[in-house]
């Protein structure tokens, strides 16, 4: 972190998901190294990142944002619509605009390259645990574009559009007539969860009441919540080796000084 920056009071627990080991178990290995990181654990698929928040309190998620078939997308968006979800920031080779838009659409809070040095990626850490939002400087004014652009259109086409899978979730159950505790019962969420989720979505369709947002969406509502990404046939989940206090001098070293190296679970929680 930088001077005067204040990380949060507890060590946090952080995993890393991505398809090279080599970068994977390294950028693992020099978080674990850190005071402020309580365990750093190394994953190398999209199903054992959903296995490690399944069975494991994990903090903050470094995900690979070069997967293939947007399959990293598809895991910001499965992860962030869970109760109490980590924080997740998008690791990649590239910060194209349009990219980035994507991820926060899809819940991802910051935006890191792979090529950036080991304290840059602490200091994004640390923000992000406070609240914030990471996007690469160069790119911010891009992106901002895009992102009112894009909303006002969609608001436009389809006022569902704006929505995470969800808050659309809760505003059906909202239209079908349940309170906020029926909700939370059937969403097996939280009442603050439910209360939060509404809070955004009624900002986003520019709204002041559940009434409001109920009615803007009616049209749209029979459709909602059908689009559900689904695990089926994929395999097991196992629990990976988390990185262990004992570290590689040499490797520890190589990363403080120079750019990051590019090349069956439980019933989840309700």
């Not at 790119?139 to 909303?151: D, K, S």
């Not at 009615?215 to 749209?220: D, I």
Request: hydrophobic content about 40%; overall charge positive.
């Amino acid at each position: 972190m930088r001077p005067g920056e204040a990380w949060p009071a507890a060590p946090i627990n952080v995993v890393v998901l991505d398809r090279q080991r080599t970068f994977a178990d390294a950028v693992a290995k020099w978080l674990q190294a850190n005071a402020r990181v309580a365990s750093a654990t190394a994953v190398y698929s999209a199903q054992s990142a959903r296995c490690m928040v399944a069975t494991s309190h994990i903090d903050v998620m470094l995900a690979d944002g070069d997967l293939p078939d947007n399959s990293a997308l598809t895991l910001c968006a499965e992860v962030s619509s869970r109760d109490h979800p980590p924080r997740i920031i998008v690791l990649s080779a590239s910060a194209e605009a349009g990219r980035i838009v994507a991820a926060v659409d899809a819940g991802a809070v910051a935006w890191v390259r792979k090529d950036e040095s080991g304290e840059h990626l602490l200091h994004v850490i640390g923000r992000v645990r406070r609240g914030e939002t990471w996007v690469p400087p160069a790119e911010l004014g891009r992106v901002f574009r895009l992102l009112l652009g894009e909303r006002e259109r969609m608001r436009q086409d389809d006022p569902l559009a704006v929505l995470t899978r969800r808050e659309r979730d809760v505003l059906l159950r909202m239209a079908e007539g349940a309170d906020r505790k029926e909700v939370a019962k059937r969403l097996h969420l939280s009442v603050n969860t439910v209360r939060t989720h509404m809070q955004s979505l009624m900002a986003k369709l520019g709204v002041h009441s559940a009434l409001e947002a109920v009615a803007m969406t009616w049209s749209w509502l029979d459709v909602a919540g059908q689009d559900h990404p689904g695990t089926a046939g994929e395999p097991p989940c196992r629990r990976p080796s988390t990185a262990t206090g004992s570290q590689d001098g040499s490797m520890i070293s190589r990363l403080e000084s120079t750019p990051l190296p590019l090349s069956s679970c439980r019933r989840r929680q309700k």
